[in-house]
Every structure is written in C-alpha cells, then in structure tokens.
C-alpha cells in the first residue's frame, strides 16, 4: 500500500490528534500502513523525533516500522530528517522498559549491573526450589503436607507443584507484590469475600433462569408453561444464594413432562431452562449457605501451607536475581512501570513524549495496560484487532481492548475509530468468512456485535478489474473432503492437500499480481495446522509427491541432533572432570559416535562399545583433553572449546540447513554465558539439561526460512501477521477444551479451588467455576485463532476435513451455543463453504506421474542474500581456524542447486555472473544428461529410526531401474567422512527402495571433481 489511495476511515485515523484513540483494525484494514504513515506525517510536520514513541512486540515490527518511515522520509526529499529516525522510540515494550531500567536505576534502590537472563533459566530454577522445599517437609514429616498428599494427591504430586508454581507466576505477574502477597495470605478465606462470592454467582444462575422462564413463557402449550411455572415458582424470586439454597429444596423430581406432540422449538426452550435448573442444583449441591463458606474456610490451612511455600519460592527467586544482577523481561517491566510512577519522572516522560502510539494493543497485557496508563496525557494512539487476541498464554488480555472499545463507543474517555475495508482477500472468501464469523462471534459469548462493528468490507478493487473477470476459477472458500468412507488415516488428510497443489500448479491455476494475472507458484500455498505434532509426517508426504516444503514453526530444541549432541559431550566432560563414569556413558558416547561430527559405522560402533575399548577413537582423548581444563574454565569458554576441538562449524556444511544449526549453536553459547553470570559451575550446567526433562519444559527457537520457492506449512499461531494466495486449513478434527481434572487450581477472582480426591461431595463451590471460565476462555481463544486462520488467504481459503462428504453434510451445529457444548466450531464452516471431493491417489516415489512442473518462473529474480549466516562474532580462539567464507559459499551454492531444475538446467534465477557461470559450468557434467528420465530430488531430508541416524541428501535423481545418491562438495571430494556419510545415505535408502541398484556419487561443485563410491 506504499502508493495508496488512503479511505476516509484510514484518513480519519492517520490525521487524528485530538485525544486517546482506539482504532478499531479488521484483518488485511492496512493498520501498519495507518500507523507508519501517522509516525511519518507527524515527523513531517511539526512534531520533534524524540516526542514520539511507538511501542510494539516484536523487533522485527519495530525495525520495519522505522524503514518505513525512513524511505517515506527520504521519498519526500526530507533527508536530513531521515538520517535522524534513529531518534524516535520505535521499539518493543521490553526494549523500551530495558532503557528506562537502565537510565533510571537509581529509583530501584539497586545499584548492581541490570542484565537480563532467558525466562527458561528461571524457570527451572524455580521448579528446582519447589521440588527441594517439599522434599524437605517430606523428610520432615510436616503433618501439613502429608494432609496436603492425603486430600489432594492420587498418584503423585505433580498437583502440589504445579499449584505453587501457579501462585508464584500469579504474583511475578503483579504490578504490586506485597498487596498481592496479602491477599493471597487473608481475602480469599475471608468469610465475607466468601458470601459476596457464592451471592454473585446466584445472581448470575438466577438471571439466566428468568430468561429461560420468559421464553418458556411464550410456548405455545399454556397449560404446560403453568406447570412449569408452578414448580419453579420457589425460585422465580431467589436472587441470593440463601434463598436460591431454600428453592433448590423445595424442588421435587417430577419436572413436568413435555408431550411428544410439543413442537421443536419449544422444547428447546424447556430444554433449556432444565439445563439451568440442573446447573442450580449443583451449585447448591444441597449444603446453605454456612455449610458452603464453612467448607471453603475448613480448608485454609491446607491451602495456605502450599501458598507460603509459593511465597518463600518468590522471594528465594527474587534475591537470587538481585545477587547476580541478571533479570527476566518481566522484572525489567516492573522496574519500568515503578520509574513511570516515579512523580518527578512521570512528569517528564509525559512532557516528552506528545504522541504515543501502540500495535497490537488486542495483545497488551494488565502490567502493559497499566504502563501506558500511567504515561498516559490524552494522546494514545492504540491499533488492533480484538479477534485476533490470541496470546493469552502470554499474558495478553482481550477485555482491557473490549473495555476501551465500549468506553469510547459511547465517547467516555476517547475516540473509537474504524478500518473495516479488507485490501487482501477476494470478495467471494471475504463474504464467506463474514457469513462465517458473523453467526460464530455471537455477542452473548463474545462480546462482540460482529455484523455492527467488526464486519469487513471488500475494498481491494483491483479483484475486479476487467482482465480478472475473465477468470473462470471459482474462488469461493472451499471445504476438500475424502473420497473414501473408510480405512482413512492422517497421511490421507496431507495427500488431498498435496495432490490439489500439484493439479493447481500443472493446471496453470492463475492468481492476482500488482500487473494482472500470473501463474501460482509454489510459494503462493500456504498450509496452516492448528497441531504441529504431525509436521514431520507432513513432510514426508510431501516428499513423496516431490513438492518442495517449508515447516516454518519454532524448532523444539530437546529433539535437536546438534543439540542432543552437545549435550551429551558436556555430561561425559563432567564424568571425566569428576573422575567418574555413569551408567549412561556408553549410551552418551554412542550417540557422540553416531552424530554428523564422528558418523561411525554402526558395526564399529558396537565393537567400541561392547569391548569398551573407547580411547581406540580419537574423540575419547578430545573429551579428555577439554576435561582437563574444565575447573579452570567459564562454561562460555567451555562450550567453545568443544565447538573448536571438534570443529563443528566445518562439518555443519555437510549436514545442511547451515544457518538454522548456527543460530541454534549461537543460542547455546548465549546459554552458557548466561549460566556463567548465575554462578553455574560445571555440574549445574549439566543438570540444567537434565531438569528441562524432569520438569517438562521447552525450549523452542525459530527457524530462518530459506529463499526457495516452496509451500510453507506453519501454525496457525504462527500465521498471523502473514498472507498468502492460496490457504489450506489442516488438522480440523483437533480437540480443544479437554477437562480440567486437577485438584487444586487458582483463580485471583474466586480464590482457591480444591477437590478432595478421597471424599465424596468435597469439591470446592467455585472449582466448577474456575474450570468453566477456563474452558470458555479456551474455546474463545479457539475461535480467535481460527479467525486469524481464516483470514489470511488472498484469493481462496481451503479447509481439509479428513471425511467423506456425508459425513461433513450430516454434523449439525447451529450456532455458538451448540460449539460450547460440541467444541467443534470448524465442522460450523460447511454452511458457508462449498463442499468438494478430493483425490488421495497414492502417488509412489518412482512415478514419473508425480513430477510435478519446476520451470515456473517467479514474479521477481530469485535472489541470495550475501550476508554471513553467523549473527554473532565468534571469540578468536575458536574462529580462528574457520573460514567463514567457506560456509558463506558452501550454503550459498547448495541452495542455488537445490532451486535448479537439472533438465532444463536454467540458472537465469541467479543474478552474480560469477555464479551463474560457475554452476552452468557444473551442470555439464555428464552425470546429469538423462536427468530428464528421472524424478529429481533435492535436500532429501531423512530420519532412519532403526540406526537413530539423520540426514540430508543432497540430490537424487531416481530412475525407474536404479537411484544415482549425489553428495555435494565445494572441492576436496576425497575425505573418507564423505564416503562414510553416502553409504549412510544409501543404506536407508535401500530399504525404501530394495529392488532398485543405488549409484553413490560425490561430485566437487568448483573442482568439478567427480567420485563414484563403491561398497566395501
């Protein structure tokens, strides 16, 4: 939208100086537009650059906010300006408290280094404190505790330690601990919380039961409804929980009975009042209204003892952090917003900055709110989109947007401001998903008025230009069902997708581009999954089908190879530095063995480890040798010492996807060094890594998406910010909503919540609360993630139903009333979407029928990047024998072979004549002249379970009677770790394909050296 026309609405936004303002943001409204062009035209004008500050949540956003004004600045001739832009505040909410921390230190009352430290650190090292606390009442033998174990526990005490770390992250979280602390301690066993609590919740029973009553009223059977009304006629007046306790009482089994001629309609309003009926007698659960609050106080002391446990973890925590100087971005933000509370700074910040703007405000959290608040002087500037609230398990908090929306809906305290023209999605998906969306987002649930306020309006005119309408394409929303009845399994779901790409690409299907209509390319598709579980199953379907695929989801580290081998060499470092051996040693050095840096053959694996002759290898003495140094060395320098000694950098080109494995070698370093600031020693790295198992918790890192034209398969979470031509919406039979069975639970409205595990009738009153608040919470969460799912595509939205076409028609759900009984609003999408069947044809590897047509030319140039892969400068001892170039060159080669196509061999994609040349030049060999006959695999990525072995072919050309396995090499083929790897290689293949011979190849891409590897 660089050149755009801007709407009134966007202008009325853009030129808005009077006040705070909510605007009010659809998906695809072009709010980033909005936002930078206000930033721009009030740098432009009369505001100075240090009055500006713009918060978001990401860096990334933050950095393309500040480009964007930048080149609108310099467009404009406003050079001298644009040089400056450095000096607006654009930056995230934790890069801004981070300066505020350090700048104001001396209002902390802490005179030490503010550093900060990865949440995952603390995290551990709080469930460590938990764990060690209770292990000490256990031996102990505190008579609490073991009352805490007899009430609460079944078959562990997972429940004990989960709800302490709930009460700990609840008072992390609060902006005031000390009155947070205080009510943890006294108000929620208070007796009269307690009353005002259990009456509040009549009330709520109690009008729900009138609303039912007076549609009851208006059915058409009046003799029925006086029986009805009869026998409720002890509850139509209770409004408090005593007298709702007495009517409950009254009440006998014998509601009246409908008659079978009653029609439809009014027996769903009877329905429904018995369904309020019954849900008032399990409040009540035949106890008044003493025995209630009774119930809940008897409880206190069992409660209170896990709390303070919870408290004195908190405060251990917290004089951890203070004494080595290091902090999360949570601390950082407290000590920010106490700062802005500060009189005398709060004065001049608020003088300072004229204009302050917010992205993504649907994602604030309470301590943001309350930050921003506090700076605030009529001049905020909030953006976003309610309906794609969907970080709650972040701290987000959708009612603080909702609240603001209201207020200022009616004038109170601001402006509310809309954009609701979509400039992405075509009109035809566009009113499917408001048909959608419209009946989902009811406002009894939602809070919503979806058609009023949040309906988008087609306003991207382009669609309809006249060479567009010529399409014959149906771009209506689709559902893509089986054409099979039965013996359906999840690869069935992944081959309907695969195959309707492949006939969309050979077909020609035709999408929108700024000049018209060109060709759908494979980048166009995008698959978004509510589950991430299956990805690696996705993969090798795609595989098959020979479509190149890109998983762009967070990488769980723990399953890392690069790793998981790391890690098992710093455990066998410690063993030696101890002068130990555990019972996990060979275990450990059989993986070391096995891994891409060793690649040793399994039979000499196993002679190794069965003789126990380990120093017959070399990597033994390098274990020993870094052991030696390791009582006088950091774990910094430790890690990179083992990185140096076993020169991992160089051998990371031959197991490919280069810079994803050295960012996450970079963030193990950056670990370490951080551990080194907390005082860990040798051991204590090591039981880090054990703990994260122990106490389930994950590390997670992005991968860096390769510049190839490929179908991205990401997360539904992961989709949002993005667009894409063509979307498939996968994984639709995913369940949500599974229910809370824990017995202790915490909610900072009702308090504790228990059940007794070992007695009948003990459940808390408000646990049933608590679990259905979080469940609606869940499901609305649910729904804003679907909405986000939904509008991404530009010209058609595909959701996959792993299902007949029957079985989609016969799934009946009405409305939202029906998905919070059902928890399936996906299946809802069948009244809005055209139906359709697919095909799942089991299209084999060494079918030519599955090429699927490479030569499809790209909008723009294909273009490389030439930066250096590796983000952060690497210590002198440990780069000093790298060449850095050549990983530089390495990667960049291979990706330019991974996007060739073999048989036309057209390089016109490569812009650097040098390279272009280079690989015209290696593209003549020999090897490749029947390429035409085969099927061409590029970056084969392989997991073979039985050897636990993982790997990466480079190429393969596959030929209806044999497989040539091609390995690629800058120069230097002649490297028996090279053989060794291509027989690995072969060997798994081999047991895909036993009937075909495998040639293995190894050929040098600027040495145009040529291998053939025999077997042994």
Do not use: W
Request: net charge negative; charged share 30%.
């Amino acid at each position: 939208m660089s050149d755009v026309k801007y709407t009134d609405e966007q202008l009325a936004a853009i030129d808005f100086v009077n006040g705070n303002v909510l605007v009010n943001a659809s998906a695809g409204s072009g709010k980033t537009e909005v936002l930078g062009e206000r930033a721009y035209r009030l740098i432009a004008g009369n505001a100075k650059l240090n009055e500006l500050l713009v918060l978001t949540f990401t860096n990334l956003a933050a950095q393309n906010m500040r480009a964007r004004i930048r080149k609108k600045l310099l467009e404009n001739g406003l050079t001298k300006i644009a040089a400056n832009v450095d000096a607006v505040n654009i930056q995230t909410y934790d890069a801004f408290a981070l300066e505020l921390a350090k700048k104001y230190q001396h209002v902390l009352n802490y005179d030490g280094e503010i550093k900060t430290v990865d949440k995952t650190l603390i995290t551990v090292k709080v469930n460590e404190l938990i764990r060690q606390k209770l292990d000490d009442l256990y031996i102990k033998k505190d008579s609490l505790i073991q009352e805490v174990i007899y009430y609460y526990c079944l078959k562990d005490d997972k429940c004990i330690a989960d709800f302490i770390n709930k009460i700990y992250s609840y008072i992390e979280s609060s902006s005031d601990e000390d009155k947070t602390i205080s009510e943890l301690r006294e108000k929620y066993f208070d007796e009269k919380y307690i009353l005002n609590l259990l009456n509040e919740k009549a009330k709520q029973f109690y009008d729900e039961l009138i609303a039912s009553y007076k549609d009851v009223k208006t059915i058409s059977d009046p003799d029925l409804f006086d029986s009805i009304e009869q026998y409720l006629q002890n509850l139509l007046y209770a409004s408090d929980y005593e007298s709702m306790y007495r009517g409950v009482c009254s009440l006998d089994d014998n509601f009246p009975r409908v008659s079978k001629n009653c029609d439809d309609e009014d027996k769903l309003k009877i329905k429904k009042c018995r369904d309020v009926l019954t849900s008032i007698k399990l409040f009540v659960d035949n106890t008044n209204l003493q025995e209630s609050i009774d119930h809940i106080i008897s409880q206190k002391d069992r409660v209170l003892c896990l709390v303070e446990l919870a408290i004195e973890v908190y405060q251990d925590i917290k004089a951890y952090k203070y004494k080595h100087g290091t902090f999360t971005f949570n601390d950082i933000f407290k000590f920010a917003l106490k700062i802005v509370k500060d009189p005398t700074i709060n004065k001049k910040l608020r003088n300072r900055f004229k204009y302050i703007m917010v992205d993504e405000y649907q994602d604030t959290s309470l301590l943001q709110e309350e930050f921003i608040n506090a700076l605030e002087n009529k001049n905020l500037f909030l953006v976003g989109d309610v309906k794609q609230s969907i970080y709650r398990f972040r701290g987000a908090d959708s009612s603080l947007f909702l609240s603001r929306f209201d207020a200022y809906k009616k004038a109170q305290g601001g402006t509310l401001l809309n954009l609701s023209k979509n400039f992405r999605t075509r009109k035809e998906p566009l009113e499917s998903n408001n048909d959608l969306f419209e009946a989902l987002m009811s406002k009894e649930y939602t809070k919503l008025d979806y058609k009023q306020d949040h309906f988008m309006h087609f306003g991207n005119d382009s669609y309809e230009k006249a060479n567009n309408k010529m399409i014959s394409y149906d771009y209506h929303n689709e559902i893509l069902c089986n054409p099979k009845d039965d013996n359906i399994t999840s690869e069935d779901e992944y081959r309907l997708v695969a195959h309707d790409i492949i006939e969309k690409i050979n077909s020609g299907f035709e999408v929108a581009s700024k000049d018209g209509l060109r060709k759908a390319t494979f980048s166009d598709f995008a698959i978004l999954s509510r589950n991430k579980s299956k990805f690696a199953e996705i993969q090798k379907v795609f595989n098959e089908f020979n479509i190149p695929l890109f998983a762009n989801y967070s990488e769980k580290l723990s399953t890392n190879p690069l790793i998981m081998t790391l890690k098992n060499i710093i455990k066998m470092i410690y063993q030696f530095s101890i002068g130990e051996s555990s019972n996990d040693f060979p275990h450990q050095y059989m993986s070391l063995l096995r891994s891409f840096l060793i690649r040793l053959d399994d039979k000499d694996i196993h002679d190794i480890i069965k003789n126990k002759t380990y120093d017959s290898h070399p990597s033994y003495s390098i274990i020993k040798n870094i052991a030696k140094k390791a009582k006088t060395i950091t774990n910094y320098q430790l890690t990179q010492q083992i990185i140096k000694d076993f020169d991992i950098y160089q051998k990371l080109i031959s197991v490919g996807d280069i810079s994803n494995n050295i960012e996450i070698l970079n963030y193990f370093l950056n670990r370490s060094k951080e551990m080194d600031e907390l005082g860990y020693d040798l051991l204590d790295y090591c039981e880090y890594f054990i703990n994260l198992e122990n106490f389930e918790i994950e590390e997670e890192l992005d991968k860096v998406k390769p510049s190839i034209d490929s179908v991205s398969l990401l997360s539904m979470h992961a989709s949002k910010g993005l667009e894409y031509k063509i979307v498939y919406l996968i994984s639709n039979d995913y369940q949500i909503n599974k229910a809370n069975s824990i017995s202790l639970d915490f909610s900072p409205h009702y308090g504790y919540c228990f059940y007794n595990i070992d007695f009948l009738n003990s459940e808390s009153k408000f646990k049933q609360f608590i679990s259905g608040d979080e469940k609606m919470e869940n499901l609305l969460e649910e729904l804003r993630i679907f909405y986000v799912a939904c509008t991404r595509a530009q010209e058609k939205n595909i959701l996959v139903f792993n299902h007949s076409q029957a079985d989609i028609e016969n799934k009946k759900v009405e409305n939202f009333e029906d998905i919070k009984k059902y928890i399936d609003f996906y299946i809802y999408s069948h009244q809005s979407f055209k139906i359709r069947t697919g095909n799942v044809d089991n299209i084999k590897l060494d079918s030519k029928d599955s090429i699927v047509n490479k030569n499809i030319a790209l909008d723009e140039p294909y273009e490389f990047s030439n930066d250096l892969y590796i983000t952060k400068k690497i210590s002198k001892d440990v780069s000093e024998d790298i060449d850095h170039e050549l990983l530089e060159i390495g990667n960049k080669y291979h990706a330019y072979l991974e996007s060739c196509d073999f048989v036309t061999k057209d390089t016109s994609f490569i812009k650097d004549k040098k390279d272009r040349y280079l690989i015209d030049r290696f593209l003549k060999n020999s090897l490749f002249d029947d390429a035409g006959d085969a099927i061409q695999l590029h970056e084969y990525e392989f997991y073979d379970e039985e050897n636990d072995v993982t790997g990466v072919i480079d190429f393969m050309l596959v030929y209806d009677d044999h497989i040539d396995l091609i390995d690629f090499k800058l120069s230097h083929i002649d490297d028996e770790a090279y053989e060794k790897q291509v027989k690995t290689y072969k060997q798994y293949m081999q047991k895909l394909c036993p009937d075909k011979k495998i040639n293995m190849y190894i050929l040098g891409i600027l040495s145009l050296d040529k291998k053939e590897v025999k077997d042994d």
